[in-house]
């Protein structure tokens, strides 16, 4: 490799920014010439490039989003777009790639690995953790604790006054944040789009949980829950006279769960897969993601990353039965 080219796409993730600074880093380490590629695959098509160096990532392990910025591209859905894309990359000497994001961004770069044969690894980085091939995703464990905060703090004032209260959290098609936020948070009911939820169901837990306990209630629920999130939930409630005598508020963290500094447990994350993505493509793998399972780095095809669904784990959402 004589010249690497790094980008951040799709949705941004705490930690993307560390798992920049790894790749420069062992980039540069090992002699090899690192562009900066603005703004995904946007700025891939629009040549918007610019050279690394090692203090081009001093003072940003600590930073939420990306010094690279990030954006969607629907030019790079094309065939057109990619090869543009391409040629940007070759007339600018860049001829690997560490891509930093989800799903989609992966899709990509496998398109520009097959149609162009430009090696790609790929670094997961979203805060849903629904990627395949690794047990959590850059940004993860940042969203989640984010999460908790906020749910701690509701709880206070959930409890002053005996209310019912909605927090919906991200995860439109994966219920990973819902799910052990609201564990971790306490949560008397959590509800994912992994599972059928009946609105019959929730009325008469929440039912039971007030009138026979008296005390307030913290239902968690997914953005990509069936019932329509916190203010679908809100809104059959309301049309219920069994709930008119129950104080209920809606509240929708956002994005919120996207900025802020990222733990610890992310940024060692982040700066582990990082610099196994350089080294990955030194020992000459593509189309890959590198992803941390068991604590051991695994290499896992990009088309399975994509391709399959990483499952919630259905033990965790029994144990919500027993705790609340
Ligand atoms: P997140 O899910 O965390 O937001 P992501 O990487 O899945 O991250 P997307 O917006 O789905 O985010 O994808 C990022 C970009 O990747 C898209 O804007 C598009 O340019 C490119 N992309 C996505 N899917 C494809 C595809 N099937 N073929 C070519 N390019 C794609």
Do not use: W
Not at 28 to 42: K, L, Q, S, T, W
Not at 97 to 109: E, K, M, N, P, S
Not at 223 to 243: H, N, P, T, V, Y
Not at 249 to 254: E, K, Q, V
């Amino acid at each position: 490799i004589e010249c690497l080219g790094v980008y951040t796409s799709g949705g941004d993730a705490p930690g993307m920014n560390a798992c920049l600074r790894a790749v420069v880093r062992t980039a540069i380490a090992n002699d090899i010439a690192v562009m900066g590629i603005r703004r995904g695959y946007e700025g891939m098509i629009e040549a918007d490039f610019v050279e690394m160096e090692r203090r081009s990532v001093s003072n940003i392990l600590q930073s939420g989003g990306t010094i690279l910025k990030s954006a969607r591209s629907e030019a790079f859905r094309t065939e057109e777009g990619r090869r543009a894309a391409a040629n940007s990359l070759r007339e600018n000497g860049i001829d690997a790639l560490v891509a930093i994001g989800g799903d989609g961004t992966f899709r990509g770069a496998s398109k520009l690995y097959d149609e162009h044969g430009l090696g790609v690894v790929g670094c997961p980085g979203t805060i849903d953790n629904d990627l395949y091939g690794t047990d959590q995703t850059i940004g993860y464990d940042t969203a989640l604790n984010t999460a908790i905060d906020n749910i701690d703090r509701i709880r206070d004032t959930a409890d002053a006054h005996n209310r019912l209260f909605l927090v919906e959290v991200m995860g439109r098609d994966a219920g990973f944040i819902a799910l052990n936020s609201g564990i971790g948070g306490g949560a008397e009911l959590i509800l994912i789009p992994e599972t059928i939820t009946e609105m019959d169901m929730v009325k008469e837990r929440i039912l039971s949980l007030m009138t026979a306990q008296r005390r307030s209630t913290i239902v968690v629920v997914a953005e990509g829950d069936e019932l329509g999130g916190a203010q679908g939930i809100e809104r059959a409630l309301r049309d219920d006279a069994a709930f008119s005598d129950i104080e209920l508020r809606s509240t929708i963290l956002g994005h919120t769960q996207r900025g802020g500094a990222p733990t610890a447990s992310d940024r060692v994350l982040a700066s582990r897969l990082g610099v196994a993505a350089v080294e990955s493509l030194m020992d000459g793998h593509s189309d890959v993601m590198v992803g941390m399972t068991n604590n051991e780095i695994k290499l896992t095809p990009l088309r399975n990353v994509y391709g399959r669904r990483k499952s919630i784990d259905y033990d965790l959402l029994k144990l919500t039965q027993i705790l609340s």
